[in-house]
């Protein structure tokens, strides 16, 4: 059977829902004729585990790849693109015994990116036949009162952020989804501004309770090649607390840190801003005229910093995808990381709930090696876009949705006219 998406919401909040259906027969031939080590293809090492060895072991995983089949019915389109395909879930049980599934990075961010909260199975199955049912739960952008109040009071170029939203959500979602997300974004940006005032004076014991840091083993790792390591990041969350409370609690990091920057207007600002990272600790280099510096540091097997998620022009930039439409994008990190061999290592920040700030390291994304230099640093570019595409839609509220992310990309000038 095939999936149902943007089904009318059930009680519960259910807009999806994935139905398939497997033989029991089909999976005893397929145990018959596939080598042990192929069947890590089809199922994960759990999976197989938990199936056991008995006689019932093909119907208990024909139950779990009709659960792998329904789970990429939700998602049509990713599915039609070969973005996404049934192994990208896989089905264990939780400690009560129910089915849990778990999502690869491919589809953690395909249930971000149809701003899909989580997926709910129920298997079943006897000796001919297993069935399974996926339900996919709407994520629901819940903007407190005063985000509300603000996002009425402060049109600051809301009618960006609304188109920046429709750009992204605009084909999953209604608009009172995309209202909801602008509103939770200026909350967002309100909290940011109070924060930046507040946190200075906040004793350092509170500070450093303030922020988790996860995965800093793919920074460490990456750090172990000896070559500097480039930290691809965002305007995501506030990172100035996040970074500034995160890495305070390894003193062995201070000085390592550099950040790369463009001035900020007005000029006391920059002025300010640039006083407080140096002052945590953070070193601040230029991001035009600033490549030796740069390589000096990496030389030196210090961390660069790249805010990478802003417009960049032709004569900075290459035309790269981002969320499915092109994008003028910096090169600069990519020429960096495939000239030197530094490693690129993504990073994000976001605020839970309850105050607590979280920073977080990914794996390290290697560079796409061409034979055409250009088109060498173009694919890369793409992959440093889909890695933020994927630490947007984890928080999307928190991103920098305000700047213009999607100018016009103008025609190469000819010479002797335009």
Same mark, same amino acid.
């Given at each position: 059977?095939? $999936?149902?998406?943007? %089904? ?5 909040? $259910? ?33 197989? %585990?938990?199936?056991?060895? +008995? ?7 024909? &139950?779990?790849?009709? &659960? ?5 019915? @939700?998602?049509?389109?990713? @599915?039609?693109? +070969? ?22 990075? =491919? ?16 298997? *079943? ?8 049912? &996926?339900?996919?739960?709407?994520? #629901? ?56 005032? /507040? ?46 409370? +995160? ?5 062995? !990091? ?15 600002? =920059? ?17 035009? +005229? ?8 990496? $030389?030196?097997? =210090? ?5 990478? =998620? ?23 990190? !990519?020429?960096? &990381? ?37 088109? $060498? ?8 876009? #889909? ?11 928190? /991103? ?8 016009? /990309?103008?025609?190469? *000038? ?5």
């Amino acid at each position: 059977m095939s $999936a149902l998406p943007d %089904a009318p919401a059930g009680p519960e909040g $259910a807009t999806r829902c994935g139905v398939d259906a497997v033989d029991v027969v089909r999976i005893e031939r397929l145990l018959a004729e596939t080598p042990p080590g192929d069947l890590l293809k089809l199922f994960s090492a759990q999976e197989l %585990a938990d199936a056991g060895e +008995g006689a019932g072991r093909a119907a208990s995983l024909a &139950a779990r790849f009709a &659960a792998k089949e329904a789970c990429a019915k @939700l998602f049509p389109r990713e @599915l039609a693109l +070969g973005a996404l395909g049934p192994t990208d879930f896989s089905v264990r049980r939780d400690s009560y015994g129910a089915p849990v599934v778990e999502l690869s990075e =491919d589809a953690q961010f395909a249930l971000g990116r149809n701003r899909l909260r989580s997926i709910s199975l129920s298997l *079943t199955h006897d000796r001919t036949q297993a069935s399974a049912v &996926a339900l996919a739960q709407a994520d #629901r952008a819940a903007p407190s009162r005063a985000a509300r109040l603000l996002y009425r009071l402060l049109p600051f170029r809301r009618k960006v952020v609304l188109d920046n939203l429709r750009r992204v959500y605009g084909e999953v979602v209604d608009d009172s989804e995309i209202e909801r997300l602008a509103q939770a974004h200026y909350g967002h940006l309100g909290r940011l501004l109070w924060e930046f005032v /507040w946190f200075p004076w906040l004793p350092q014991a509170r500070r450093l309770a303030m922020v988790r840091v996860e995965n800093l083993e793919a920074l460490l790792t990456a750090h172990e090649l000896g070559k500097g390591v480039l930290v691809l990041t965002g305007h995501f969350g506030n990172f100035e607390v996040a970074t500034a409370a +995160g890495l305070a609690q390894f003193p062995q !990091a201070r000085g390592r840190f550099h950040f790369v920057r463009r001035p900020i207007r007005p000029e006391w600002l =920059d002025r300010l801003v640039t006083r407080r990272f140096r002052k945590a600790g953070f070193g601040v280099l230029p991001k035009r +005229g600033g490549l030796d510096a740069i390589l000096d540091r990496l $030389a030196a097997g =210090d961390l660069v910093v790249f805010p990478f =998620d802003q417009h960049a022009n032709r004569k900075d930039g290459v035309l790269a995808e981002f969320f499915g439409y092109p994008a003028g994008t910096f090169r600069s990190l !990519a020429v960096i &990381a495939l000239t030197t061999g530094a490693p690129v290592v993504p990073a994000s920040s976001w605020r839970e709930p309850n105050g607590q700030h979280v920073l977080r390291f990914e794996a390290q994304i290697l560079p796409t090696e061409h034979y055409d230099t250009n088109e $060498a640093i173009r694919l890369t570019t793409r992959s440093y876009n #889909r890695a933020l595409e994927r630490m947007i839609v984890r928080r999307p509220e928190q /991103w920098w949705w305000v700047h213009r992310r999607w100018k016009p /990309w103008p025609e190469r *000038t000819r010479r002797g006219g335009t």
